[in-house]
């Protein structure tokens, strides 16, 4: 499997950012996908999580109410709207498929993509 993020950047406090996950080598439409991200010095935080059809997801409680998650199956993408962006949102932020809801993740890592919120 291959993942690749896109879409992180520099923002000021309040922003936005939209980031996106490629998928390919897998059957895409039969996977749980996360996003997760990790700032240094510290292990790797789970974000947000969505279910094959998109029916169930997960948020943190840190982003609850300000990030979206999202999926096209036709397009093996999944997306992470970021609304409200804090600075304490600064991180790389990674995503991955699951082996089950509670699972851990599928896969080996993408390169992420940083996200750098100002104040």
């Known amino acids: 499997a291959q993942l690749v993020e896109s879409g992180g950047g520099l923002v000021q406090a309040g922003g936005s950012l939209r980031l996106s996950c490629t998928a390919s080598?897998?059957?895409?439409?039969?996977?749980?996908m996360a996003w997760y991200r990790q700032t240094a010095g510290k292990p790797r935080e789970l974000v947000a999580k969505i279910s094959q059809g998109s029916t169930l997801k997960y948020y943190a409680d840190s982003v609850k109410g300000r990030f979206t998650i999202s999926r096209d199956n036709a397009k093996s993408t999944t997306d992470l709207q970021m609304n409200s962006l804090k600075p304490e949102d600064t991180a790389v932020y990674y995503c991955?498929?699951?082996?089950?809801?509670?699972?851990?993740?599928?896969?080996?890592w993408g390169q992420g993509t940083q996200v750098t919120v100002s104040s």
């Open positions: 991955n498929a699951l082996n089950s809801w509670n699972g851990s993740p599928l896969g080996s």
């Open positions: 080598g897998i059957t895409f439409n039969s996977k749980l």
